[in-house]
């Protein structure tokens, strides 16, 4: 075999025969049936964590009840109201709800269609965790899969909105190599955020996260070096969806509601862990003194 054939053989060899494309639909909720959360999909994660209270200065009660979790109309609808509510011992004055996917995956494309709430000190969020993240209450702790703390199980921020700056959303990796702070981040203005339904989407590969609001990217996380700091991204992550209330809240506020036409998981046709061989065949034509190259 000559140099040239030989080159063009190590060629062959080392490009993918395709591109990996996440096509198929695995997983989904269209909230199509008015009445309460299907809890064969979703789990509403109300446990404190720390007995007293919920991470990042939150001030409300996540609870299990129906009035801040419920089907309507085809939307999911996350509740958050102004109220007095005792719960675990502990006494808040406003309500929310924060629910966990019983459904967990490695790589693939998430599209939530959702209408923000509104309201300053409101900070809604459809995001993802590390399956194996040990955290008292969350669902697949409960499971007996938690085993890494926060960050080192990894945090995916498809979308999080904060009132203050109603038409604004962004998104954000939590990895160790940042010490869990916000660094790996970008965003979009997005006109009526909470006057109409916008998608929010994210694409996870096996070397890249990308955002995207209405099909317009606005942030790509891609470390040059993956490893267990800056990639814990090779192992099952699950959905979340709740509204936070910050401590910053409006003291007008009563109520407001986050509404989700959808959740849709895709993964590729393709098994990312097997991925497909080129076919190649090497063959002599006698009549030209040269080698046939049949590559499909």
Partial sequence: MNKPVLCLLLTLLAAPLHAQTFDVLVWADEFSVDGPLDTAKWWQQHQLPNGTSWYNGEIQHYTNRDTNAFVQGGSLHLAAYK????DQGETKEYTSARLNS???????????????PTGVGTWPALWMLGQN???????????????????????IDIMEHWGHNQNYVSSAIHTPSSFGGTQNVGGQYVSGASTGY???????SPTSITFA???????????SVRNSSTWP????????????????????????????????????????????????????????????????
């Fill in 83 to 86: 109220e007095t509510f005792t």
């Fill in 102 to 116: 019983k459904f967990a995956f490695t790589y693939g494309r998430v599209e939530i269609r959702a209408q923000l």
């Fill in 133 to 155: 993240i040990t955290e008292p209450g969350a669902y697949w702790q409960t499971q007996g899969f938690g085993t890494q703390p926060w960050p080192q199980c990894g945090e």
């Fill in 198 to 204: 916008h998608t929010y989407s994210m694409v996870w």
């Fill in 213 to 223: 609001v209405d099909s317009v990217t606005h942030y790509t996380y891609a470390p």
């Fill in 233 to 296: 991204f090779d192992l099952p992550q699950f959905i979340l969806m709740n509204i936070a209330i910050q401590p910053s809240i409006d003291p007008n506020f009563t109520s407001s509601e986050m509404l989700v036409d959808y959740v849709r998981i895709y993964q590729s046709s393709l098994s990312a862990a097997e991925p497909v061989q080129p076919s190649v065949r090497v063959f002599p034509n006698p009549s030209g003194g040269i080698f046939s190259v049949a590559y499909p």
